[in-house]
């Protein structure tokens, strides 16, 4: 694998960054001159919810090292700390106890065990 210059790793930070403020930057550039249907509108709500999802969940369900989802494993401490963030912010409908709370039970089942 050839290694890149200076040049060119600032060459492709600064595209990056084009590319990123292009298209998050693109309902501000055009303003209210596009009307964005009542449809799509509620359903951007949940794309961040999908990002967490699909970056967390392989987290959860497999252990360290495991390869695929018949690996799966009730012991490892992140499924019960995943199930008690889920029960928390189905309880509590905010996500910073939910984190907490996410965060404790997992600290405590990987100090316990």
Same mark, same amino acid.
């Given at each position: !694998? +050839?290694?890149?210059? #200076?040049? %060119? *790793? #600032?060459?492709? $930070? @600064?595209?990056?960054?084009? @590319?990123?403020?292009g298209t998050r930057g693109f309902f501000m550039y055009l303003g209210? /001159? @596009? /009307?964005? +249907? %009542?449809l799509i509108l509620r359903s951007i709500r949940y794309a961040p919810l999908a990002a967490i999802v699909a970056i967390l969940a392989p987290e959860i369900l497999m252990p360290e090292g495991a390869t695929e989802i018949s690996?799966?494993? &009730?012991? *490892? +401490?992140? *499924? &019960?700390?995943?199930l008690a963030a889920f029960v928390a912010f189905t309880w509590l409908r #905010? !996500?910073? +106890?939910?984190? *907490? $709370?996410? !965060?404790? @039970?997992? #600290?405590?089942?990987?100090? &316990?065990?």
């Open positions: !694998m +050839p290694t890149l210059t #200076s040049l %060119e *790793i #600032s060459a492709l $930070i @600064v595209g990056m960054g084009l @590319v990123t403020l209210d /001159r @596009v /009307r964005m +249907p %009542e690996q799966f494993n &009730w012991a *490892i +401490p992140q *499924i &019960w700390a995943g #905010s !996500m910073l +106890p939910t984190l *907490i $709370i996410g !965060m404790l @039970v997992y #600290s405590a089942l990987r100090y &316990w065990f």
